[in-house]
C-alpha cells in the first residue's frame, strides 16, 4: 500500500473517531436529560482493495486465501439504546414515568410527536402539557366520568373548576337492638269531639261529608270555604313536626300546603303530614262523627296531638276547631335514627328512621322500621317501610323493603331517588343482643355534598384521576402510549422529541399495558439511560484511535523525507 493510501485510510480513521467522540459527548451531555436515550456512532469498511484473488485446492496444490487491503472506514449511521432509564419518585403529580416500551403522544398544532420525557404540566387552559407546551394525549371520559376508549385527544384536567355532587345510593347502619325490650303492641290514638253534618246533630259526620257541612256538638259550623287549618306543634317520638296548612275548599288559593272539600281529604292530610304508613299501621279515620288518629306502634312513633295544635285562620282570627283527646299512648321497644342523605345536586336530605321491636319467637326476633323525610316532594313523609330478622344469637338474617325512594319533583334533582338501607354490610354490623337500650346510626354512605377538583394522580394504567374536596375521587382521562414496529427508525428532534420516518413505521396507539406498552408510574420521572463510565471509556478508545491514526501522517512525512535524501 502506497504513502497516498495510508493516508487516505489514516484520514478516514480521523474522522471515524472524531465522530465517535462527537456522539459520546452529546450522550455526557445529557447525563441529566429526562427520558434521554443515548446512543453509539456505529461505523463499517470504506473500501477494500483485492491484492490477490483466492483459489480452491487442487491435486497438486493447497488452496490459496485472498489478499485484501482496507481503504479506511465511514460512518454507517447511529443507534439508539431504548433500555429503561432508571425511575426516580419526584412527588409531583404531574410527573409521569414510563417503565417498559412505548412513547408518550403530544399534540403540536395537529402534529403528533413522541417521547420518553413524563415532566407535564398544566397550561392557563388547564390542558395537560409537556415542558414545550405540547399537548399530552389520550382518551376522555363521559358523563358518567367512564373512559371512552378509541377516539384520542387532548387530556384536560380543570383543577379547582370542575365540580361534582354524588347523590346517595347507598347507606351502611350498624348498633344493636335489644331484643330483650318490650314488644309493640299499640300506637298512639287521639279523639275528637263528635262532628255532624247537620246543625240539628241528627246525622254524624262521615268522610263523604263535606267540610263546610261540618257542625260540633254546639251545631255551630266548623269552616267556611277559604278558611286554613294550620297544624303546628305536633310531635313524632319527641321530634317536632314542621308546620303545615289545609285550604277549606275546592281550589287552593293561599298557597297552602294542601286543600280540599270533604273530611276524608282532611284525614289524608294528617296521614301524609304525621308520616302515618297506613300500608303497616294506624291512620285517620272518622268512626260515629268522632275523627281518630292512630300512629304507628313503639314509642318512638308517640304523636303529641291536642286541640292546640289545630289552630283556624291563624293569621286572622284564630280559633280551635276540635278538641281532641288522647285515648291510647304507643308502647314497645323502639329506636330512632337520623342521617343526612344527598341528591344529585349535593344537597342534604334529611331523613328519619324509626326501629320498632314487632315479635319475637322461637326463631329470633323481628323489628318493624319506618323511613321518612321532610325534604321529600310529596307531601306525605313516607319512604316505606320493611322487617329486619335475627336469630336466637341476636345475629343479622335478613331484611326485606330496604330500597326506598325519594320523589324530588321540582327541586332540579335527578327525580326519582332510590337508596337502598344497608344493615348487613358490613357482616355482623347491626345485632339484636339484649340490652339496656337499643342503638342505631348510619356510619357511611356513597353520597356526598358538592366538591371541587382539587389534585389529581395517575396510576399505572396511565388513568387520570382527580381528586374532589368532598373526598370523591373520579376518572378525568386516560394517557395512551405509542409503540412502532421498528423504535430505531424515528428520528430524534430538539425537546426530547421523536417523530415518525417510513423506517419506524405508523404508530401504534393504546392504554399503557396494552399494544406491547409498559405501565406508567405516577410521581415518577424515567432517568436518562446514559452509562458514563462506558460514555469516558469510549472517549479514551478513541482518543487512542485518533492518535494512532495520527501517528501515520508523521510515519509517512518520514518516509518522504527518507526518500528525498535518498534521490539527492
Known amino acids: 500500500m502506497g504513502l497516498t493510501t495510508a493516508l487516505y485510510t489514516a484520514m478516514t480513521g480521523l474522522n471515524a473517531n472524531s465522530g465517535v467522540i462527537n456522539v459520546a459527548g452529546n450522550n455526557i451531555a445529557n447525563t441529566n436529560t429526562t427520558g434521554f436515550k443515548s446512543s453509539r456512532a456505529d461505523f463499517e469498511t470504506q473500501l477494500l482493495m483485492n491484492v490477490g484473488n483466492g483459489s480452491a485446492p487442487t491435486a497438486q496444490s493447497g488452496g490459496v486465501n485472498p489478499t485484501q487491503i482496507g481503504l479506511g472506514v465511514k460512518f454507517s449511521g447511529t443507534t439508539h439504546n431504548f433500555n429503561d432509564g432508571t425511575i426516580n419518585l419526584t412527588g409531583i403529580n404531574s410527573d409521569v414515568a414510563i417503565e417498559g416500551n412505548g412513547f408518550f403522544v403530544v399534540d403540536y398544532g395537529g402534529n403528533q410527536k413522541y417521547t420518553r420525557a413524563g415532566n407535564f404540566g398544566l397550561d392557563s387552559d388547564q390542558n395537560f402539557v409537556d415542558a414545550n407546551g405540547g399537548r399530552v394525549q389520550g382518551y376522555s371520559i363521559d358523563e358518567e366520568y367512564n373512559i371512552v376508549s378509541g377516539v384520542v385527544g387532548n ?3 380543570p383543577v379547582g373548576s370542575l365540580t361534582i355532587a354524588e347523590p346517595t345510593g347507598n347507606i351502611n347502619f350498624a348498633g344493636n337492638l335489644n331484643s330483650g325490650g318490650e314488644v309493640a303492641t299499640l300506637g298512639t290514638i287521639v279523639q275528637s269531639d263528635a262532628l255532624y253534618a247537620d246543625a240539628g246533630q241528627v246525622t254524624q259526620a262521615n ?25 303546628t306543634d305536633v310531635t313524632r317520638g319527641g321530634a317536632a313536626l314542621p308546620e303545615k296548612t289545609f285550604q277549606i275548599g275546592a281550589a287552593n288559593t293561599t298557597e297552602s300546603d294542601a286543600f280540599g272539600s270533604t ?11 304525621m308520616g302515618i304508613d297506613t300500608s303497616v299501621s294506624g291512620g285517620a279515620t272518622i268512626v260515629n262523627g268522632q275523627i281518630n288518629i292512630e300512629g304507628h306502634l313503639g314509642t318512638v312513633n308517640e304523636l303529641a296531638i291536642t286541640s292546640d295544635n289545630m289552630v283556624l285562620n291563624k293569621d286572622t282570627s284564630p280559633t280551635l276547631p276540635f278538641n281532641f283527646l288522647q285515648t291510647q299512648e304507643a308502647d314497645g321497644e323502639s329506636v330512632r335514627t337520623t342521617f343526612i342523605a344527598y341528591n344529585s345536586l349535593g344537597q342534604e336530605m334529611t331523613v328519619d328512621l324509626n326501629v320498632v321491636l314487632e315479635s319475637k319467637s322461637n326463631a329470633g326476633s323481628t323489628w318493624r322500621f319506618y323511613v321518612q323525610s321532610e325534604d321529600d316532594s310529596d307531601l306525605s313523609r313516607v319512604l316505606g317501610n320493611g322487617t329486619i ?13 330496604t330500597a326506598i325512594t325519594m320523589d324530588l319533583e321540582g327541586t332540579g334533582a ?29 356510619t357511611q354512605q356513597d353520597g356526598s355534598s358538592i366538591g371541587t377538583l382539587e389534585d389529581f394522580f395517575l396510576t399505572e394504567d396511565g388513568v387520570v384521576h382527580g381528586i374532589f374536596s368532598n373526598s370523591i375521587t373520579r376518572n378525568l382521562g386516560q394517557v395512551v402510549l405509542a409503540n412502532f414496529v421498528n423504535q430505531d427508525g424515528l428520528v430524534e428532534e430538539a425537546g426530547n422529541l421523536y417523530d415518525v420516518t417510513s423506517a419506524s413505521g405508523t404508530p401504534i396507539l393504546g392504554a399503557p399495558g396494552t399494544s406491547g406498552t409498559g405501565r406508567t408510574i405516577g410521581q415518577a420521572l424515567e432517568l436518562s439511560n446514559v452509562d458514563l463510565s462506558q460514555e469516558f471509556i469510549t472517549l479514551i478508545n478513541a482518543t487512542t484511535g485518533y492518535s494512532a491514526n495520527s501517528r501515520v501522517f508523521s510515519t509517512s512525512d518520514q518516509l518522504i523525507q527518507e526518500l528525498l535524501n535518498t534521490l539527492t
Open 389 to 401: 330478622k335475627f336469630d336466637t344469637n341476636g345475629r343479622f338474617l335478613l331484611a326485606t323493603g
Open 414 to 442: 335527578l327525580t326519582p331517588q332510590s337508596i337502598n338501607l344497608l344493615f348487613d354490610e358490613p357482616a355482623d354490623s347491626l345485632s339484636a343482643l339484649a340490652t339496656n337500650q337499643s342503638t342505631i346510626a348510619s
Open 155 to 157: 387530556i384536560e384536567i
Open 263 to 273: 273530611v276524608q281529604d282532611l284525614l289524608t292530610f294528617y296521614e301524609d303530614i
Open 207 to 231: 268522610a263523604n261529608t263535606l267540610l263546610q257541612s261540618l257542625f260540633n256538638a254546639s251545631g255551630s259550623p266548623l269552616f267556611v270555604d277559604g278558611d286554613v287549618l294550620t297544624v
